[in-house]
């Protein structure tokens, strides 16, 4: 059973970064799936960014691709969104979700493990 804890959220203003972590405890081997989603109240969740840390791929929704960069210390088991240029659209609660089975990007029923969400807010 997997643990999956987020931080980093905060408020910043458009054109400003923040560095979300996803800290993933319980891990029983090196092949396992990440990603990041989204969600706005009232509307639906959102792929953000996926990877599959031991090969190192990674994917993008087309929203985010050339400001946001997902990444993967193993040793620490700890997946990072590195998030750049952004914008009042990026406001959202953003979760991480991880599954010890590689599971497509952004299929988000098929991730088994969820983190609580860290809230990210863009405004001037």
């Known amino acids: 059973q997997l643990r999956v804890v987020e931080s980093g959220g905060g408020s910043v203003q458009p054109g400003g970064s923040l560095r979300l972590s996803c800290v993933i405890s319980?891990?029983?081997?090196?092949?396992?799936?990440v990603a990041w989603f989204r969600q706005v109240p009232g509307k639906e969740r959102e792929g953000v960014a996926a990877?599959?840390?031991?090969?190192?791929?990674?994917y993008y929704d087309d929203s985010v691709k050339n400001r946001f960069t997902i990444s993967a210390d193993m040793a620490k088991s700890t997946i990072y969104l590195q998030m750049n240029s952004l914008k009042p659209d990026d406001s959202a609660m953003y979760y991480c979700?991880?599954?010890?089975?590689?599971?497509?990007?952004?299929?988000?029923?098929?991730?088994?493990?969820w983190g609580q969400g860290t809230q990210v807010t863009v405004s001037s």
């Open positions: 979700a991880a599954d010890e089975r590689l599971v497509a990007p952004w299929s988000g029923p098929d991730y088994d493990y």
């Open positions: 990877i599959f840390p031991a090969g190192g791929t990674t």
């Open positions: 319980g891990l029983t081997g090196s092949v396992y799936s």
